[in-house]
């Protein structure tokens, strides 16, 4: 557990999901309050991520006898330091312990940019309602639905992405065994059956420190959702995102550089 710190908060007013409690121990130091300075966030004005700064003024208050935090809610208020027009307003619940504080987001002004990866957007085309859905689960934090959606898109897209990662083989490894094994993916088969062969048919180049995220997606898929809690099944519903990012984005960036070597090759 981290120490609650001006960077932990920065993190999470940044980064953490609505309804979403996160614990940290109580720092060493007493703080008064959560106030910090500055985040940095997406600006709709300036169209990208901006530092933002709290710009109200503030009281001396010299003198007086630092006041503990204590059980309550605060209000954070921050300005782009750039254009000077666009505000983010956060709402933030604290309750005290012992030895702990724990922290949930329960209001944020304006709603939070919804980051949208190209490349999975472009291959999830034909699933693009899945897609969105998933997203937005994601970004507020609702880790059974975000997980159900992620699942489903899996499900629905299992083939195209065998056959994104066979065709890449197919160019870079044409006698590989991988062929064969990928080629059994694309059967009907028990999960057990499927998570097994995964785990073996995915070359070491696109296993960064020999972690395999096509074997990681098809554990995935086997686990039930309603076995889990909302915060596990959220975290895994972020790992198949990062499995599926990397993989995706790593097969369309070879194929586009084996493209454009062909070309300049055969232009010559």
Same mark, same amino acid.
Request: net charge positive; hydrophobic share 25%; charged share 30%.
């Given at each position: 557990m981290e120490v609650l710190t001006d960077k932990e908060i920065k993190s999470f007013l940044e980064t953490a999901p609505l309804y979403t409690w996160a614990e940290f121990k109580k720092p060493h130091v007493t703080r008064s309050s959560l106030w910090i300075e500055a985040i940095d966030s997406f600006c709709e004005k300036c169209g990208m991520v901006r530092p933002f700064h709290d710009m109200r003024? *503030?009281?001396?208050?010299?003198?007086? $006898? /630092?006041? $503990? +935090?204590?059980?309550?809610?605060?209000?954070?208020?921050?300005? !782009? /330091?750039? !254009?000077?027009?666009?505000?983010?307003?956060?709402?933030?619940? &604290?309750? /005290?312990?012992?030895?702990?504080?724990?922290? &949930?987001?329960?209001?944020?002004?304006?709603?939070?940019?919804?980051? *949208?990866?190209?490349? +999975? &957007?472009?291959?999830? =085309?034909?699933? =693009?309602?899945?897609?969105?859905? $998933?997203i937005v689960c994601l970004s507020h934090g609702y880790g059974i639905a975000a997980f159900a959606y992620l699942r489903r898109i899996v499900e629905n897209n299992t083939i195209k992405l065998i056959d994104l990662v066979l065709n890449d083989v197919q160019c870079s490894e044409p006698n590989s065994k991988m062929i064969e094994l990928l080629s059994e993916l694309r059967k009907e088969s028990p999960m057990s059956d499927k998570i097994k062969i995964a785990n073996e048919a995915l070359p070491e180049y696109l296993k960064p420190d020999g972690l395999n995220p096509l074997g990681r997606l098809y554990q995935v898929l086997s686990e039930g959702v309603h076995s889990l809690s909302d915060e596990e !099944? +959220?975290? *895994? $519903?972020?790992?198949?995102?990062? !499995? +599926?990012?990397?993989?995706? =984005?790593?097969l369309s960036s070879r194929k586009k550089n084996r493209r454009q070597f062909k070309s300049m090759i055969g232009s010559l």
């Open positions: 003024s *503030r009281g001396g208050g010299t003198g007086m $006898a /630092v006041k $503990a +935090l204590s059980t309550g809610t605060s209000y954070f208020e921050f300005t !782009c /330091v750039t !254009c000077r027009k666009e505000r983010h307003e956060y709402l933030i619940e &604290q309750t /005290v312990g012992d030895k702990t504080i724990k922290i &949930q987001k329960y209001g944020q002004l304006p709603r939070k940019h919804l980051e *949208r990866d190209r490349t +999975l &957007q472009k291959f999830f =085309s034909d699933d =693009s309602e899945n897609y969105e859905k $998933a !099944c +959220l975290n *895994r $519903a972020n790992i198949v995102k990062e !499995c +599926l990012k990397y993989l995706i =984005s790593e």
